[in-house]
């Protein structure tokens, strides 16, 4: 069956170009651009949105022989009748004889077909790209879909906790499908937004009741129950209900919503089991793909999921709910997000925007020690800051901070009465996920404060152009870290204009802050009074209003400072909770440098760092933290971690941070070896053994983070038989 329609937006659009010779394709509602090249000038034309298997917002025609896409991609082929005639990964290569095709190519970050009707040549991958050619045809034709989601319309809402439940029983209406290709991001609309109001309000046909689904949720009525189901409700399409106990009623069955972690976890360990489960089941569509953990759960778990396919909604959940959690528990990729959401009306805005995103979602606890991901000794520090037996932050060479601290000098005053940060610093609980936002007073340490409002900015429309970013320097004895304005750009293809500022004055400073930016990087000392100028200091508190989408300030406990960014209306920052010394700050300022320009997100950098480093663990994002300022290869922005087995072999494993533009669910194949079969985006993709010439074809791809016996450094400073023979003698 053909998908077809045309959803025209103005901000979609395809260009010629001369350098490279091609086209590029614009997704302005996004910032994208991605270049593909072709053999011969061309000129775009309008086309046919219906000449392609699935919708698309602007269909083109253009006269070539051959289109270049300048990464390793994969290419899948459909006939003119939607059904997949070759699955074509970037190590492998295929030749199809004369028919009418459409050719949907992957990780652009923007949804991106051919339509054509000839013969189809596509080699592997070489030189870091990919070539499909095409003969004895007409014009090649080019269709584009933006990936963007925002909400589509509104939902008011009481406090009242069934007008609560009412409104997320409207959430379900945003899929795009109840099938289990609903696990795919792009056939998950975005749930609509919820505000407060005197009285129940949603567009007609949008909530679901009992009546009008299969499956249901029931919980006691208060905020503490109801907010963590939001995006269990979302993901079935169910109506949530007052209940005596929290349970899930599906065709009649009941399944209590109990764990012995408590209730928060219950729900989260439904949502990760059916949709981990969901996507395995989704390799009998539209999408026959070799899928890493199929055949493990087929055999384990004795699954039809050739029968599963055809079943409805209600009838796969209660199958699912058969096989024990633990049987799907090691293939369940790591989950991008964890929400913490204090249970007040307050914070009802934040559900949908976290239930886009399939976010775990808590309510607090009071607890303030915990175990942190990078070990034992770096836990034993911060939680000896925390409960006051120590009266500075943890240091990052592992000495006693005092001895750290003299020997170092700080972004700040050394004055510890005014290590603001710290005495709101709050150690929450371990998620597990890449980001953890935290929707309750104080700051999270290696976790993000967000606000709705910049929930809401982070997914408006913003342009394409070159990446704008400045580098402002306002101390002499940090000049060290300006370098990262040679780091930015550091990407083939993607445009950047870097500007260095130098010993700002404050009307300077508060000029580059209202200047629409993608990202400022501020270097300097951070005070109660404000951001260092050389004229005094610039309390970002008294600025009107920021027009900056991105930040980081590296200097001492600038997280107040940060808030006030966002609050007066920047995206997110990354900021310090405590006084960091000069040389670990100027460290981690550019590796933060190198990741965003790699396309990692705001969340991602801080999950890497805090990973890496016990100096991460000062640091934390304010704002939303899935922005990222460039995109990913890709439908995950990958880090490699590398053991040297023998000499020739190495033990890698890829991970993967999805990109927002394709949340959990997308698929990922890393170009490693002779890799075939598909990974979830989000999590370890893949562990293999390779050889050295197979390691070095995965580091010259791109720069990328790896990280070998805990030491984060990068694919480029490894190219070569030196840089693999350091990590021999280190292993």
Request: hydrophobic content about 35%; some cysteine.
């Amino acid at each position: 069956m053909t998908l077809a329609g045309h959803h025209p937006f103005n901000q979609v659009r395809v260009e010629p170009t001369t350098d490279p010779q091609g086209v590029t394709v614009i997704d302005d509602i996004q910032g994208i651009r991605v270049s593909l090249g072709t053999t011969e000038p061309v000129i775009p034309l309008s086309g046919a949105p219906t000449a392609f298997c699935f919708p698309v917002d602007v269909a083109y025609d253009i006269d070539t022989e051959s289109v270049r896409i300048p990464m390793p991609v994969n290419v899948c082929v459909r006939d003119h009748v939607g059904s997949v005639v070759a699955d074509v990964p970037p190590n492998t290569s295929k030749t199809l004889g004369q028919g009418q095709y459409t050719v949907e190519i992957g990780g652009l970050g923007v949804k991106t077909y051919l339509a054509v009707q000839s013969e189809l040549r596509i080699p592997a991958a070489t030189d870091g790209g990919r070539t499909i050619s095409v003969e004895n045809t007409d014009p090649v034709g080019l269709g584009v879909r933006s990936l963007h989601n925002q909400p589509a319309t509104t939902v008011t809402t009481t406090d009242d906790p069934t007008d609560v439940m009412r409104a997320l029983s409207c959430f379900g209406a945003s899929l795009k499908t109840t099938s289990c290709e609903r696990s795919f991001p792009s056939m998950r609309g975005h749930p609509p937004q919820i505000k407060h109001g005197d009285c129940f309000d949603a567009p007609a046909t949008l909530e679901r009741t009992p009546a009008e689904t299969d499956i249901q949720i029931e919980v006691p009525s208060t905020f503490e129950y109801i907010y963590p189901v939001a995006s269990l409700a979302y993901y079935l399409n169910a109506a949530v209900v007052p209940g005596d106990s929290p349970r899930l009623l599906v065709d009649g069955t009941a399944h209590p919503i109990e764990h012995e972690d408590g209730y928060d976890a219950a729900v989260f360990r439904l949502l990760e089991h059916l949709f981990t489960l969901d996507c395995l089941t989704r390799t009998e569509g539209f999408y026959p793909v070799q899928l890493a953990g199929r055949e493990q759960i087929e055999e384990s778990a004795g699954l039809d999921f050739a029968a599963l396919y055809d079943q409805s909604l209600g009838e796969q959940v209660n199958t699912y709910l058969t096989v024990p959690f633990e049987t799907v528990a090691s293939i369940v990729p790591r989950w991008p997000l964890t929400t913490t959401i204090a249970p007040t009306a307050a914070h009802l805005g934040v559900l949908s925007y976290v239930a886009a995103d399939l976010s775990s979602i808590r309510t607090p606890e009071t607890e303030r020690s915990v175990t942190t991901r990078a070990g034992s000794q770096y836990a034993a520090s911060i939680n000896e800051f925390l409960r006051g037996t120590s009266t500075t932050a943890p240091s990052f060479r592992g000495q006693s901070s005092a001895t750290a601290d003299q020997q170092i000098q700080q972004r700040g005053p050394s004055d510890d009465s005014t290590d603001g940060g710290w005495t709101r610093a709050l150690n929450p609980p371990s998620t597990g996920s890449i980001t953890h936002l935290w929707f309750n007073d104080g700051y999270p340490i290696a976790g993000a404060k967000p606000t709705l409002d910049a929930c809401q900015r982070r997914l408006d429309a913003h342009s394409s152009g070159p990446i704008d970013v400045a580098v402002i320097s306002n101390a002499p004895e940090m000049h060290d870290e300006t370098d990262v304005a040679d780091l930015y750009g550091m990407r083939d293809l993607i445009a950047f204009d870097v500007t260095v500022y130098e010993e700002c004055s404050q009307t300077a400073l508060r000029e580059i802050l209202m200047t629409e930016y993608d990202l400022i990087h501020y270097i300097g000392h951070v005070t109660d009074e404000g951001l260092q100028c050389d004229d005094g200091w610039l309390d970002a508190a008294t600025l009107d209003h920021v027009e900056t989408r991105a930040f980081i300030l590296n200097g001492c406990r600038s997280v107040d400072q940060g808030m006030a960014l966002v609050e007066s209306g920047a995206i997110g920052g990354l900021c310090t909770l405590s006084g960091v010394a000069n040389t670990s700050a100027t460290d981690i300022g550019r590796t933060v440098a190198r990741l965003l320009n790699a396309g990692f997100s705001l969340g991602g950098s801080l999950d890497i760092i805090t990973d890496t480093s016990v100096t991460g663990y000062q640091y934390m994002v304010v704002g939303d933290p899935r922005l990222t300022i460039t995109t990913c290869k890709g439908t995950a922005a990958t880090l490699a971690e590398i053991h040297s087995i023998e000499k020739d072999q190495y033990k890698v494993s890829i991970h993967g941070f999805p990109a927002p533009s394709t949340s959990l669910g997308a698929l990922s194949m890393p170009y490693l070896g002779n890799e075939k079969e598909y990974s979830l985006n989000s999590g370890q993709l893949v562990t293999k053994t390779v050889t050295t010439a197979e390691l070095q074809a995965h580091l010259e791809l791109g720069r990328v983070p790896v990280r070998h016996e805990g030491t984060l450094t990068w694919s480029d400073m490894l190219t070569g038989e030196e840089g693999l023979s350091n990590i021999e003698s280190q292993g």
